[in-house]
């Protein structure tokens, strides 16, 4: 069988080429021979993956139901112990034993488990890591081949922790930014409902006990929509489930995919911090792959995809042809109205210093910092807001009660 292989030699150059061998196995041992260390290695007939097609998958999770889901956290926790265990000198097989018998999330200590078996049969770290694509990205893959091939997987561990670490962060930013009014509003919601159901028909048989059948035009609206409610509460999920998936199944065509996310950045208040958002994560990942080693256009390929949103990600694969055209990406970025004028200049500075991952990274700390400051003042405003919609519909109910007593309370003075 042949074997496509590519592996670093003793003086650190990368050899790439192939061998003839009877199994993977075998195929390593010759790469071993040679004083090389192997990088990566395939069968013939099966490009693009990181290890054989044959390899033996019995012994990694199956698919559960119930399986504990791998959180950014988790893997983050994991990259900092590997990077600190690699550094100390301890080997990838060792740390990956000690980790997975440390490691409390159940399912991703079967996949460190599976991934020390693979290192210890001689397959790299990166080739275990692609057996579990939904577990680790192609991002934490290529900063991992990125350290393999270097020879300092330990300091590309740790940049991928920090990486991994400041997008937990930034999730919880957004969440916690969406999060709040969303509970509020949901809140004031069940309460009208709760008003309208059991409080509003007390007042109705009142009213009409003393024979008060007269009723202003807002107390008669508020009573009909009780009836409805105490009738067909059960038909009120119906329009938000009909939505829900209506805009889902528009969302899966390339034109409403396209429709929906240029919609969502320019939102009246959540659009901003979408697209700051958006923007800290892409220009984090760019900045952390620039700064491994890998190419420019690896780089802004791999930032697009993280982007998830369409309209940027065509910005940046737009981006990624014109740099590949030999055009600078200032130029581009400067076009571009999706991107502010000021991060094309610092990208411009970056280009003509030879700092380019260090002026990235401080475009995604600009974009953090705006987030921070979005989030911090959209918190001051909404909550005054918040206050006002509830005292506003809490009091259009009792309002539309009150009136009536208010009203024949005069009749009788």
């Known amino acids: 069988m042949i074997f496509k292989y590519r592996a670093r030699t003793e003086s650190g150059m990368i050899n790439t080429g192939t061998t003839e061998a009877a199994s993977e196995g075998d195929a390593l041992s010759w ?62 097989a060792a ?48 900063l991992t081949r990125a350290g393999e091939e270097g020879g300092v997987l330990d300091v590309c561990m740790t940049r991928l922790a920090a990486f991994v670490e400041a997008q937990h962060t930034l999730q919880k930013k957004i969440k916690g930014a969406m999060v709040y009014p969303a509970v509020i509003i949901s809140v004031t919601a069940l309460a009208l409902v709760a008003l309208c159901i059991f409080i509003v028909p007390l007042f109705r048989k009142s009213f009409a006990g003393i024979g008060m059948t007269n009723l202003p035009p807002l107390t008669a609206a508020i009573f009909a929509f009780s009836d409805f409610l105490r009738a067909y509460w059960f038909l009120l999920p119906v329009p938000f489930i009909a939505c829900h998936f209506l805009m889902k199944a528009i969302g899966k065509t390339a034109p409403g995919r396209h429709f929906f996310d240029a919609r969502k950045l320019t939102l009246p ?59 600078l990406m200032s130029v581009t970025l400067k076009e571009q109205k ?8 610092m990208v411009a500075v970056g280009e003509e210093t030879g700092n380019i991952d260090e002026v990235l990274t401080k475009v995604a700390d600009w974009y953090d ?33 009150f009136i009536p007593l208010l009203q024949s309370m005069q009749q009788f003075m």
């Open 369 to 401: 910092v705006e987030l921070d400051e979005k989030i911090k003042s959209l918190t001051s405003i909404i909550e005054p807001f918040i206050i006002v919609l509830v005292g506003g519909v809490v009091g259009l109910v009792v309002g539309s009660v």
């Open 269 to 327: 208040i959540a659009g901003d911090i979408i697209f700051k958002g958006i923007m800290a994560r892409s220009f984090r990942t760019f900045a952390t792959l620039v700064t491994a080693g890998v190419s420019i256009l690896d780089s802004i390929e791999m930032s697009a995809g993280v982007a998830d949103n369409v309209v940027v990600h065509e910005a940046f694969s737009t981006m990624r042809e014109r740099v590949q055209n030999g055009i």
């Open 95 to 142: 740390t990956l034993e000690l980790l997975s018998s440390q490691t409390e999330n159940k399912t991703l200590a079967a996949t460190i488990a599976s991934m020390r078996d693979a290192v210890s049969s001689g397959v790299t770290l990166t080739a275990a890591m692609a057996r579990f694509p939904k577990i680790f990205s192609n991002l934490e893959m290529s």
């Open 338 to 345: 999706l991107f502010p004028i000021m991060v094309a200049h």
């Open 31 to 92: 790469i071993r021979h040679q004083g090389w260390s192997p990088i990566q290695l395939e069968a013939g007939a099966s490009a693009g993956s990181l290890v054989s097609s044959g390899a033996d998958n019995s012994r990694y999770p199956k698919k559960s139901l119930f399986q504990q889901k791998v959180t950014i956290r988790d893997k983050s926790i994991i990259f900092k112990q590997m990077a600190t265990m690699v550094n100390s000198g301890i080997t990838v």
